[in-house]
């Protein structure tokens, strides 16, 4: 069965083991290093506070999370965000990011939340750690490419651009 719920802190070994793939596996993320537990209980109580931070579970076990965090902390960019998912690498490809994607984009549209915003590493050639999945995910989704970095992430030797892609709800 498939449930998709609030993050709690209790979640943040699982949800941390889910992003220690993608940390130490590819590009995907920038981060070289994978945040302690004791990091991602004190992110998920500081996001979840003001946005919605949530997980899908199957059969009660978590294969990925979601959240929304601010795209900029001033009062004007009240009604935008940025959006994140990562799914347990093994649970691709069943319909899961679609489904919490949607249920994020839900519970924004209630908080008045209309501008929504993904960064994306972008590989100049697709290599190993890093393939152009993300950008097709979030097209899918229906975003739209907003701008591009070049060369502003360096990981495993090699330069990978960045993208912003958006998505506005009203």
């Not at 500081?46 to 795209?71: H, R, T």
């Not at 939340?113 to 050639?125: H, Q």
């Not at 750690?129 to 097709?136: A, G, M, Q, V």
């Amino acid at each position: 069965m498939i449930t998709i719920r609030n993050v709690t802190t209790d979640d943040a070994k699982r949800i941390r083991e889910i992003y220690e793939y993608y940390v130490n596996n590819t590009a995907i993320t920038f981060d070289y290093d994978v945040p302690t537990v004791d990091d991602f209980i004190e992110s998920i109580t500081k996001i979840s506070s003001v946005f919605p931070y949530i997980v899908l579970e199957e059969d009660g076990y978590i294969v990925g999370y979601s959240y929304a965090n601010y795209f900029k902390p001033r009062k004007a960019y009240m009604h935008s965000c940025e959006v994140t998912i990562y799914l347990d690498n093994n649970y691709k490809k069943h319909g899961y990011g679609k489904m919490l994607y949607n249920e994020l984009e839900n519970k924004l549209k209630e908080r008045d939340i209309f501008n929504l915003y993904a960064a994306i590493g972008k590989p100049i050639v697709e290599d190993k750690y890093l393939n152009n999945n993300s950008e097709e995910f979030h097209t899918h989704m229906g975003y739209k490419l907003a701008g591009r970095f070049n060369k502003c992430g360096y990981k495993f030797d090699t330069w990978y651009d960045l993208i912003w892609m958006e998505k506005i709800l009203k």
